[in-house]
């Protein structure tokens, strides 16, 4: 069974473009957490999804900012209109239920030049 | 509101020192506790994790966690820390019941074990 897959695990943009994160969760899980991880500001959570439903999103940005994880297919958090202060890793994670463990994906590295 | 606090943002050992990690959370109600653990370099990994029974829990390499419910604590421990344990290490908690289980995260604490 492979883990959480992440893709890709480093992404360069410049200002203004856009950014597509993708992550596969584990077989068989269907609940999907995306967070943000910033040096010294610990793991930050973005929001929280289960299939073709946005559970909770308290963490997203209003702006710019967009998730979503459809019936087929990885999980897709999508970041418009890019600036420098979107740098950082990106981490996503998977359970097969909530709250069971999660089980979390290497991470995307975001750099905005 | 919903918090979990860690205590100590960055501990400095010897090789063979004890470890006792703070982790206080603020939450009503019933809650499964976690301790996830990141490598340099790494993606988060989890130490243990308590939902219910035994409040003193068994984790990966020699790692064991305190569920003081009256204290809203669920401090880390280790009896002697080796040089491969420096990381940072996660405190996390969630609710037992309820339609949003998302897990409320710590800041991390940073461990580093000179040699």
């Known amino acids: 069974n492979a883990g959480v897959m992440q893709n890709p695990r480093h992404l360069v943009r410049r200002r203004g473009q856009e950014a597509r994160l993708r992550c596969s969760p584990m077989k068989g899980h269907s609940h999907v957490y995306w967070y943000r991880q910033l040096p010294e500001e610990g793991l930050k959570f973005m929001v929280y999804l289960q299939k073709e439903n946005i559970i909770d999103e308290s963490g997203m940005p209003k702006e710019r900012f967009s998730a979503e994880f459809p019936k087929e297919g990885p999980s897709i958090l999508r970041i418009q209109q890019v600036v420098r202060g979107d740098s950082a890793a990106y981490f996503c994670?998977?359970?097969?239920?909530?709250?069971?463990?999660?089980?979390f994906g290497p991470g995307t590295r975001l750099t905005v030049l | 509101a919903q918090s979990v606090s860690q205590h100590n943002h960055h501990v400095i050992l010897s090789e063979a020192a004890s470890l006792e990690l703070g982790c206080n959370y603020s939450y009503g109600g019933t809650v499964n506790l976690f301790w996830y653990v990141q490598y340099p370099g790494q993606h988060l990994q989890l130490l243990l994790k308590y939902f219910s029974g035994d409040p003193l829990v068994k984790g990966i390499k020699g790692f064991e966690a305190e569920f003081i419910k009256s204290k809203f604590s669920f401090n880390l421990r280790k009896p002697s820390v080796q040089w491969s344990d420096t990381a940072e290490y996660f405190c996390a908690v969630g609710p037992l019941a309820g339609n949003n289980r998302k897990l409320i995260w710590g800041l991390g604490t940073s461990l580093a074990v000179n040699p």
């Open positions: 994670a998977s359970s097969p239920r909530s709250p069971d463990e999660q089980f």
